[in-house]
């Protein structure tokens, strides 16, 4: 038997998970379809630099910042970390 969703979401980034956060609030079966092998977008940490693994950096913190603060509330993200 097939799988069946309320809603596809391609793109794991930020605006994608936003998006099925607030679908599965609602109630919606939802599917992420991410082509990397890690979700986040902007908001992923990694270590840019082969020579200093050690140094991870936010990939657009700045972008990140101009997340509205409604979000970061309505999702309660400081509790998920």
């Known amino acids: 038997m097939a799988a069946a969703y309320d809603a596809i979401i391609v ?16 109630g919606a079966r939802s599917l ?20 200093a693994p050690e140094f991870r950096v936010t990939r657009l913190s700045y972008v ?6 409604t979000i970061i509330r309505d999702l309660d993200l400081a509790r998920h970390g």
């Open 11 to 26: 793109g794991g980034g930020h605006n994608g998970l936003v998006s099925a956060a607030y679908l599965a609030r609602s």
């Open 32 to 51: 992420v379809l991410e082509a990397r092998d890690h979700p986040g977008g902007a908001a992923t940490t990694e270590a840019p630099w082969p020579d």
């Open 64 to 69: 990140m910042s101009l997340m509205p603060p």
